[in-house]
């Protein structure tokens, strides 16, 4: 604040005249220190990898016969054939397709439902549960699957009783006790997304429904819901792109238990198909993933805004 | 249902007035019930961990889980800090340099880039602008694959750099950055600035920065959280183990726990003094968040 004061008191018209021409070279250097170093990384780090990897997907190695010298040549669709031909790429994208339509609705609801109750005058104690249950988020997810994989063992979790009788590391159920890591993690973050929302909601809004005799119930599927829809929106393509991209927790929890596959998810098979090492079919992988991930949460985009201006 | 008629108690009628008496505390109590259950969900698991961290190799398996038994936290330390060599503080030490300095370098970029999108007109903005929102959505995990083909190409795998540098790149600190300057630094100002002959370099580093403070917490904690939080890179890019962050050697270790087990007690102590401080730190600065999470929701 002080130094819009001062700023304003020196004198405005000083240096008007002629300066119009110099501004703009001013902002030419300016714009060159202030825009160029990000976008010298952006370029290097994130479109340049992005280009390569499209390259190598659609190189191939040949081989002069059975012992000769590999060398690396455009071998066109060779690569994607393979992606295509790859039952395991294929039924690690069905997994977690099963597995984002199960768990990315319970955690979104479960973070709408707790948003709506700390938001209502129902719940004493607000900041206290808004620090609880954000509390998972600061832990990382190799940190995450590393506790609950403890916490699933047959023998070794505080809660034996129920992990030595159901087989929640087993093949059935590890996708799900998977799903209960991720939900532990993110819940707390979205609904603080969908909290903060509620809070840019003017009060007269439900000052206006309570005369018009609305209860809490009511107000908060009418009034509120239908008012943190775009927050709803950006959640669930952050999740979309979360289950798509799921690799950390599954990966950890390789080490607790056989039922996890070395190609459980989609990532998991670009991972290990680069330890082969395979670069260029891994590559082509990654490609198929990233369009796959960036064609539905397009999709998602489109259905979710027509819904919400219907 | 009952919920529904709750607020009936502000009615004028007495009947109506007895009936919101007699329910108001009834949907409190289901409230109560419902928050309480959750708390227990989201805490236990972090309980677990702090209690399990002070128990010995034989308690940890013999003792009740949720409670401690002897006090070994101790030795559990001085087990974890000296393993390997003292490998631990080191991870602990990449992890720092990884996530804090690459984050706070980042959020400079990041600032520095959105303030420019933000308040100068120039010639291919909006393109730039397009470029960098579809860099948000592109998920780091995608990028860990393409970054290593890259880094191997020059032959710099398994370095520093190989991991801090990419670390650098926050397209959706650029994206708050934008949005917080555009609503936050006056054009009126930075004329004034202009006036009084200050350069726009020089205007940027000491009114405007101060203007954006708070978004440039924000950006901070994020982009903290992502490069922290980020496993493939490191696991793809990184095979010595002197310089993995704190997350990638837990990983390693705790895959050892069945040939070493009594790595499992250092896993354990381990995981718990490197959420700790996060902990407390994401907690004492939740204001932020809700700040970045709310101008977040104005993309959708």
């Known amino acids: 604040m002080s130094t819009q004061t001062t700023a304003r008191g020196r004198n405005p018209g000083a240096r008007q005249t002629g300066s119009p021409p110099r501004r703009r070279t001013h902002h030419a250097r300016a714009l060159a220190v202030l825009v160029v170093p990000f976008f010298a990384l952006f370029t290097l780090f994130y479109l340049l990898p992005i280009g390569y990897a499209v390259f190598r997907s659609f190189r191939t190695v040949e081989r002069e016969g059975t012992f000769g010298p590999a060398t690396e040549v455009f071998g066109g669709l060779t690569q994607y054939e393979q992606v295509f031909a790859s039952d395991a790429f294929w039924a690690s994208l069905g997994r977690v397709a099963l597995f984002g339509i199960v768990q990315v609705p319970v955690m979104l609801g479960l973070a709408l439902v707790l948003a709506l109750l700390i938001d209502s005058p129902l719940v004493r104690g607000k900041r206290f549960y808004r620090l609880a249950f954000f509390a998972p988020y600061a832990v990382p997810g190799v940190i995450a699957a590393i506790m609950w994989g403890f916490l699933y063992s047959p023998s070794l979790s505080p809660f034996s009783a129920v992990t030595s009788n159901v087989p929640l590391l087993g093949g059935g159920m590890v996708l799900w006790a998977i799903a209960n890591v991720v939900t532990w993690v993110y819940v707390g973050y979205n609904m603080l997304i969908i909290y903060s929302a509620l809070q840019a909601i003017p009060g007269e809004i439900y000052e206006a429904a309570r005369i018009d005799g609305a209860g809490q119930l009511r107000i908060a599927w009418s009034v509120k819901v239908p008012l943190v829809v775009p927050a709803l929106v950006l959640t669930g393509v952050f999740s979309i792109i979360g289950t798509l991209q799921l690799l950390t927790e599954p990966q950890v929890f390789r080490s607790f238990t056989t039922s996890v596959s070395s190609t459980f998810t989609p990532n998991l098979v670009v991972y290990t198909t680069s330890t082969v090492p395979n670069f260029n079919l891994a590559a082509a992988f990654s490609v198929v993933l990233a369009l796959l991930t960036f064609v539905l949460s397009f999709v998602f985009l489109r259905l979710t805004q027509r819904k919400a201006f219907q | 249902m009952s919920i529904l008629t709750r607020t009936d108690g502000y009615g004028p009628t007495t009947a109506r007035e007895s009936r919101g008496v007699r329910e108001r505390p009834m949907s409190r109590l289901v409230a109560f019930v419902i928050m309480g259950a959750f708390t227990l969900y989201f805490l236990v698991p972090i309980w677990w961990l702090a209690v399990a961290s002070t128990k010995s190799r034989g308690q940890f398996t013999s003792s009740a889980g949720l409670w401690f038994a002897d006090f070994h936290l101790w030795d559990n330390l001085t087990f974890l800090f000296t393993y390997g060599g003292g490998v631990y503080l080191r991870w602990l030490g990449n992890a720092v340099i990884y996530a804090g300095v690459g984050a706070l370098l980042g959020t400079l970029l990041a600032s520095m880039c959105g303030y ?185």
């Open chain 2, 116 to 300: 420019a999108l933000a308040k100068y007109l120039f010639r291919g903005r909006d393109l730039l602008f397009n470029i960098i929102l579809g860099g948000v959505l592109v998920p780091v995990t995608a990028l860990a694959l393409p970054l290593f083909l890259i880094f191997s190409a020059v032959d710099m795998t398994n370095t520093y750099w190989s991991v801090f540098l990419p670390s650098l790149v926050s397209p959706f600190g650029v994206y708050l950055a934008r949005i917080y300057a555009a609503a936050s630094v006056p054009d009126e100002l930075l004329e004034a600035a202009r006036l009084d002959g200050s350069g726009e370099v020089r205007t940027f580093f000491t009114v405007s920065v101060r203007l954006m403070a708070p978004a440039l917490v924000t950006i901070f904690l994020f982009q903290f959280v992502t490069i922290w939080n980020n496993f493939f890179l490191p696991l793809v890019m990184l095979s010595d183990d002197r310089l993995y962050p704190v997350t990638l050697g837990l990983y390693a270790w705790n895959s050892q726990t069945n040939a070493v087990p009594e790595l499992r007690t250092a896993v354990i102590v381990g995981a718990f003094v490197a959420i700790v401080p996060l902990i407390l730190a994401f907690l004492g600065l939740q204001r932020f968040w809700r700040g970045g999470l709310a101008a977040g929701g104005v993309k959708a």
